[in-house]
Nanobody, 122 residues
Framework: QVQLAESGGGLVQAGGNLKLSCVAS???????MGWFRQAPGKDREYVAA????????FYADSVKGRFTISREYGKNIAYLQMNSLQPEDTALYYC????????????????WGQGTQVTVSS
């Protein structure tokens, strides 16, 4: 059974940093991974994605320059380093795996975690 598990969320003041982790289990192959987030009353939005090799990374404009996605080579383990957090970054952050199609679209991703809450106070 495929499972993705996120961790590392929490409460942080504006300007602070957090690092999220995502560990996938139950797979036999390595695939691209990504992060999405969903704030209360809003749609789930794309944050970042990384290729299987980890050589290429993609970011939403809203987090470019502040967030860094990474992964462990050869494993379905991904991280999201979030720096200079702002209140508008407050959301439930989801890890996703194995996209087919346009990776910025929620519907493209096959596997999802349960999410980890990130709250940024002003």
């Amino acid at each position: 059974q495929v499972q993705l598990a996120e961790s590392g969320g929490g409460l942080v003041q504006a300007g602070g940093n957090l690092k999220l982790s995502c560990v996938a289990s139950g797979h036999t192959s390595v695939y691209p991974m990504g992060w999405f987030r969903q704030a209360p009353g809003k749609d789930r939005e794309y944050v970042a994605a990384i290729t299987t090799s980890g050589d290429t990374k993609f970011y939403a404009d809203s987090v470019k320059g502040r967030f860094t996605i990474s992964r462990e080579y050869g494993k379905n383990i991904a991280y999201l380093q979030m720096n200079s957090l702002q209140p508008e970054d407050t959301a439930l952050y989801y890890c996703a795996g194995d996209p087919e199609g346009t990776f910025t679209h929620r519907s493209a991703w096959t596997y999802w975690g349960q999410g980890t809450q990130v709250t940024v106070s002003s």
